[in-house]
């Protein structure tokens, strides 16, 4: 094991400890303490990620631990869901969003980075479009109905081509619980179709992560690049997608 991934492996070990000891102590039974643990301890990730003193990848395993440690329905009650999503009407198949909170006892101090909290919803049929990221880590648990869910790996920019070479990681059905993730380093583009109305998502990001990063392809200012990862794949199963318009890209994915 080298020195990144003995960190990786470490920091993953941390937040599974953490998380045991409070199975363990029983506390998942009385909320909201618990939630409240939970909440820190996202803040915490957060910070450290924005701080550099935690890898993308590390993040990933983290959040994934933390928001499937934790039944779904608390994590409903605490950032208020049903209260945040329910005028949402879904006149189109782009998805719609509301920013949950955390209360104002978690410690979001010292996070150096732009990073949210969001719910997406969508009716059946819509979608979260394909896209990849510059810059940026977020993870997507699926909080209610159900998702046709890929994920893509970004193998190379091709700015000769407006085009970003992808090699495809997932393509299955989430249903509620079910969970990806994204950073610069392991599955940077998604693209998500919702299979039955009102599907959401409880989403967490942090953006404009590394200064020193750099990319061919250049993202819009929320660090996004629309492809269209349609294409046949070559022989080694490497697609070629072409960059889009968002407008292009609602276009043909999200009518
Ligand atoms: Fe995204």
């Known amino acids: 094991m080298n020195q990144f991934n003995r960190r990786n492996f470490f920091e993953a070990f941390a937040g599974a400890a953490a998380l045991h000891a409070i199975l363990a102590s029983g506390a998942l039974a009385s909320p909201p303490a618990d939630l409240n643990r939970w909440a820190q301890d996202v803040a915490d ?4 990620l924005a701080q550099g003193r935690m890898s993308p990848v590390a993040w990933q395993q983290q959040i994934e631990v933390l928001n499937t440690g934790i039944a779904l329905s608390a994590i409903a009650r605490y950032l208020d869901f049903d209260r945040l999503t329910k005028a949402m009407a879904f006149p189109s198949n782009l998805a719609e969003t509301k920013d949950p ?3 104002a006892t978690i410690n979001v101090a010292g996070i150096e980075r732009p990073w949210f909290l969001r719910f ?21 648990l699926v909080m209610e109905g159900a998702f046709r869910t890929r994920t893509f790996d970004r193998v190379a920019d091709l700015p000769a081509e407006n ?38 998502t409880f989403d967490v990001g942090l953006v404009n992560l590394s200064k020193t990063r750099t990319y061919a ?4 200012k929320y660090n ?31 009518p």
Do not use: Y
């Open 45 to 48: 990730i957060n910070r450290a």
């Open 101 to 103: 909170k955390f209360p």
């Open 120 to 140: 997406f919803g969508m009716r059946k049929g819509g979608a979260i479009i394909p896209h990849v990221h510059n810059n940026m880590v977020s993870s997507h």
């Open 163 to 200: 085009a970003v070479l992808l090699k495809p990681t997932l393509d299955k059905t989430l249903n509620a619980g079910g969970m990806i993730t994204m950073s610069d380093d392991k599955t940077n583009g998604h693209w998500l179709i919702a299979e039955q109305d009102r599907s959401f």
């Open 217 to 220: 392809m250049q993202a819009n």
């Open 224 to 254: 996004m690049i629309f492809v269209d990862p349609t294409a046949a794949p070559d022989g080694q199963g490497l697609i070629r997608a072409k960059t889009m318009t968002f407008e292009e890209c609602q276009a043909k994915f999200a």
